[in-house]
T-cell receptor, first 113, second 116 residues
Framework: DQQVKQNSPSLSVQEGRISILNCDYTNSMFDYFLWYKKYPAEGPTFLISISSIKDKNEDGRFTVFLNKSAKHLSLHIVPSQPGDSAVYFCAASVTGGGNKLTFGTGTQLKVEL | DAGITQSPRHKVTETGTPVTLRCHQT?????MYWYRQDPGHGLRLIHY???????DKGEVSDGYSVSRSKTEDFLLTLESATSSQTSVYFC???????????????FGEGSWLTVV
């Protein structure tokens, strides 16, 4: 039972345009969400996070939106750059649960020139 | 960068042999984790530790054991490796007990294990 789902295995975007990566979750106990970026042969790198008490968090080119009623979050990257090409993982956590993360299956983003 | 070092980075082993992966951190973080990454599954939690000698099971703990005798080291042992344990293993540490308080989780660079 996949509690965190990333239904798009891949996404291709032109440089300078917006990239939108989506994530859905089923466990209503999740109250903290994170996005990680992963390059081949490297470990995941923390990108941005959001608490369930917020609906938006912004950090430079990256913005995460959370829709609790729909159990949906999205990561917006504007403008997209070739260096953003990587696999992006959505992860969710329950406060008080030891910071254990439940991950989605990832979305491969390719930013083309 | 949380000063996480995993060893070995690459290993090929035979079915039935024991294997130990080591995670070493230099930041004195209390929480440590072992995840595995497989195609179609993302990352899945194997075991985690919330302090020296305090460990607990994760989602996919069967066939694995862990030990944490020092804050800085978290060992993952495959008692008798099987081909289904061929995977990439990632160690992670948490900067604090509550993510919503500005803490986060950092990952090591991974250990590639092949069981033949």
């Amino acid at each position: 039972d996949q509690q965190v789902k990333q239904n798009s295995p891949s996404l291709s975007v032109q440089e300078g345009r917006i990239s939108i990566l989506n994530c859905d979750y089923t466990n209503s106990m999740f109250d903290y969400f994170l996005w990680y970026k992963k390059y081949p042969a490297e470990g995941p790198t923390f990108l941005i996070s959001i608490s369930s008490i917020k609906d938006k968090n912004e950090d430079g080119r990256f913005t995460v939106f959370l829709n609790k009623s729909a159990k949906h979050l999205s990561l917006h990257i504007v403008p997209s750059q070739p260096g953003d090409s990587a696999v992006y993982f959505c992860a969710a956590s329950v406060t008080g649960g030891g910071n254990k993360l439940t991950f989605g299956t990832g979305t491969q983003l390719k930013v083309e020139l | 960068d949380a000063g996480i070092t995993q060893s070995p980075r690459h290993k090929v082993t035979e079915t039935g042999t024991p294997v130990t992966l080591r995670c070493h951190q230099t930041e004195n973080h209390r929480y440590m984790y072992w995840y595995r990454q497989d195609p179609g599954h993302g990352l899945r939690l194997i075991h985690y530790s919330y302090g020296v000698k305090d460990t607990d099971k994760g989602e996919v703990s069967d066939g694995y054991s862990v030990s944490r005798s020092k804050t800085e080291d978290f060992l993952l042992t495959l008692e008798s490796a099987t081909s289904s344990q061929t995977s990439v293993y990632f160690c992670a540490t948490s900067t604090g007990a509550k993510l919503a308080s500005g803490n986060t989780i950092y990952f090591g660079e991974g250990s590639w294990l092949t069981v033949v």
